[in-house]
C-alpha cells in the first residue's frame, strides 16, 4: 500500500500541478492508497471552508486509514530520529519522524513532497514512490 503525505494530498485538493499530485490523481483508482491518522488530522486542520472541510473529509475516508500511535512507535521514532541525527541529518518536524516510521514498520510505500523524508529514504531505506 501507498500511504499518501499531507503535501501530496495538500497539491491535490487545491489542484496544484507536480509530479506528485499527477501520480495521485491518475493512480488513485489503481493502487491501494491509505494515509495515517496524523495526516488526516493535517490536512484537515489547514481548510477553512465549512463545506471544503467536509467534502475533503468525506474523500479521504474512503481510504484506509491507519492509526498510529502507541509506546512501540514512539520510541521506535525517536530511535530513527537518533540515528539519522548520528548520521548527520536534522528531521525538522517530530510528525514526519512519526509518518516515516509507521511506512518502516509495516512496509507501506510513502508518496511525499517534503525533504525531510529524504534521509529516512537515503539512510533508512524507506521505500518512496518516485513520481
Given at each position: 500500500?501507498?500511504?499518501?503525505?499531507?503535501?501530496?494530498?495538500?497539491?491535490?485538493?487545491?489542484?496544484?500541478?507536480?509530479?506528485?499530485?499527477?501520480?495521485?490523481?491518475?493512480?488513485?483508482?489503481?493502487?491501494?492508497?491509505?494515509?495515517?491518522?496524523?495526516?488526516?488530522?493535517?490536512?484537515?486542520?489547514?481548510?477553512?471552508?465549512?463545506?471544503?472541510?467536509?467534502?475533503?473529509?468525506?474523500?479521504?475516508?474512503?481510504?484506509?486509514?491507519?492509526p498510529t500511535g502507541g509506546v512501540g512507535m514512539a520510541v521506535a521514532a525517536a530511535e530513527?530520529?537518533?540515528?539519522?541525527?548520528?548520521?548527520?541529518?536534522?528531521?525538522?518536524?517530530?510528525?514526519?519522524?512519526?509518518?516515516?516510521?509507521?511506512?518502516?514498520?509495516?512496509?507501506?510505500?510513502?508518496?511525499?513532497?517534503?525533504?525531510?523524508?529524504?534521509?529516512?529514504?537515503k539512510v533508512l531505506r524507506l521505500q518512496v514512490v518516485h513520481a
Amino acid at each position: 500500500m501507498v500511504i499518501v503525505d499531507t503535501t501530496v494530498w495538500i497539491d491535490y485538493f487545491a489542484g496544484t500541478i507536480n509530479p506528485e499530485a499527477a501520480w495521485l490523481d491518475r493512480e488513485a483508482t489503481r493502487q491501494r492508497l491509505g494515509l495515517t491518522d496524523l495526516i488526516l488530522c493535517e490536512v484537515l486542520q489547514g481548510i477553512r471552508d465549512s463545506a471544503e472541510f467536509k467534502r475533503v473529509r468525506e474523500e479521504l475516508l474512503t481510504f484506509h486509514i491507519f492509526p498510529t500511535g502507541g509506546v512501540g512507535m514512539a520510541v521506535a521514532a525517536a530511535e530513527n530520529y537518533r540515528a539519522l541525527r548520528q548520521s548527520g541529518y536534522t528531521v525538522r518536524k517530530t510528525i514526519d519522524c512519526w509518518i516515516a516510521t509507521f511506512c518502516l514498520l509495516t512496509g507501506n510505500e510513502l508518496l511525499h513532497r517534503d525533504r525531510d523524508f529524504d534521509p529516512f529514504e537515503k539512510v533508512l531505506r524507506l521505500q518512496v514512490v518516485h513520481a
